[in-house]
């Protein structure tokens, strides 16, 4: 049993030396200007420097936890039954940076994304060390949006007078916030919320560069990289997670993704079909967010939104998902085939009318209604039962 245990150990230091070696070469000058010069493999340096760096940082990210006591202990409505370090999201959040500054990738509109994101991200850092009240949680979400918005990074769908502009920010601060706490809802089994990480970015990736926008795809990919990096901590095929992102790595991923989406410009055909893609995207988020929102309110749990937002319970899709399942690996695999399977109907807005997008986001919502009808199923036989 022992030699078994070295000889896992042994292999694991060759692939962590594997990856810093990969992580010093692709940093090298003459490399990324090798990979400059061949524009279309461009993406695959950001992937393999954000990758590498996640990888490699992930079990110092740990260690530094450990050390400090910043640790998820378990409680009534976790999952985990034993204390499991936070902070995992330092290593994505700065693989992200380092794979995209290095590229040198300068735009305005990313400085903006970077300041907003580090915002959520040190905010989300204190929350896990210090629990914030949610109230300032969301004082410091709405600053990190009100952010993006003064550098132009809106949804836009009125006119630009002033209450089409006014309408547009009220959307841009619905969409980016409600991102925002429903990837960080979903940071609650092994593996969920960064897995749902890497499934959204690599399908805004493929659009990205579908539609000729490379500088989103780019960013896109880095989020894609940290998140594959991470994942072998965080959803072992034998063992449970070693770390978990934290309330600073599931808000860093669910603002920036959301932050990317609102940059886009996702079809050439209609505004329906671009406003449907991002939505395509994030509809198991989209969907989580207004389930328990209905439900909470129908069923009198919270009355106002601050009860809302200090509501804590076990209502969300992976709850939900487990009981019906008695499975949670079952439980994050098949949430991951359904977000997987809705995303596909992206693909296909590129060059759809809005008729076909109107069709397509008919056929997710009647998936998502399929379920919901199973979950309630599930629960009248239990409580018959």
Request: proline content about 3%; hydrophobic content about 50%.
């Amino acid at each position: 049993m022992r030699s078994v245990q070295q000889e896992n150990a042994k292999f694991k230091g060759i692939i962590y030396s594997i990856a810093i070696t990969v992580f010093i070469i692709l940093i090298l000058p003459f490399v990324r200007e090798w990979f400059h010069n061949r524009g279309s493999i461009r993406w695959l340096h950001i992937f393999l420097i954000s990758s590498a760096f996640s990888f490699i940082a992930t079990p110092l990210v740990k260690r530094f936890a450990l050390k400090y006591n910043i640790l998820d202990i378990p409680d009534a409505r976790k999952v985990h039954s034993s204390p499991i370090p936070l902070m995992g999201g330092l290593g994505i959040y700065l693989a992200f940076l380092i794979s995209i500054l290095n590229n040198a990738i300068f735009p305005k509109e990313l400085f903006a994304i970077i300041i907003g994101a580090s915002i959520v991200f040190i905010s989300g850092i204190l929350d896990d060390v210090l629990k914030l009240s949610s109230r300032l949680r969301l004082s410091l979400q709405i600053l990190a949006v009100t952010i993006l918005l003064l550098n132009g990074i809106s949804i836009i769908i009125f006119e630009q007078n002033w209450w089409g502009v006014l309408l547009n920010s009220f959307l841009t601060y619905i969409w980016i916030i409600g991102i925002t706490n429903s990837m960080n809802f979903f940071d609650g089994m092994d593996g969920l919320a960064t897995g749902l990480s890497i499934l959204i970015s690599f399908f805004i990736g493929i659009v990205a560069f579908q539609t000729n926008q490379p500088f989103l795809g780019w960013l896109a990919i880095a989020i894609m990289g940290g998140c594959i990096g991470f994942l072998p901590y965080n959803f072992g095929s034998r063992k449970p997670a070693g770390i978990f992102l934290g309330d600073s790595g599931s808000n860093f991923l669910g603002f920036t993704l959301a932050s990317i989406a609102v940059m886009g410009e996702w079809s050439e055909k209609s505004m329906v079909s671009s406003l449907a893609t991002p939505i395509l995207i994030f509809s198991i988020l989209i969907y989580d967010m207004t389930y328990i929102t209905i439900e909470r309110f129908a069923s009198g749990k919270v009355h106002n939104i601050k009860e809302w937002l200090d509501y804590v319970g076990k209502d969300h899709l992976h709850h939900r998902m487990d009981r019906l399942l008695s499975s949670k690996r079952k439980t994050v695999l098949f949430i991951y085939l359904l977000s997987f399977t809705l995303g596909l109907n992206a693909l296909l807005l590129r060059n759809t009318d809005h008729i076909s997008a109107i069709i397509l986001l008919t056929q997710v919502s009647c998936i998502l209604i399929i379920v919901t009808i199973m979950e309630i199923a599930s629960n009248k036989d239990r409580n018959r039962g």
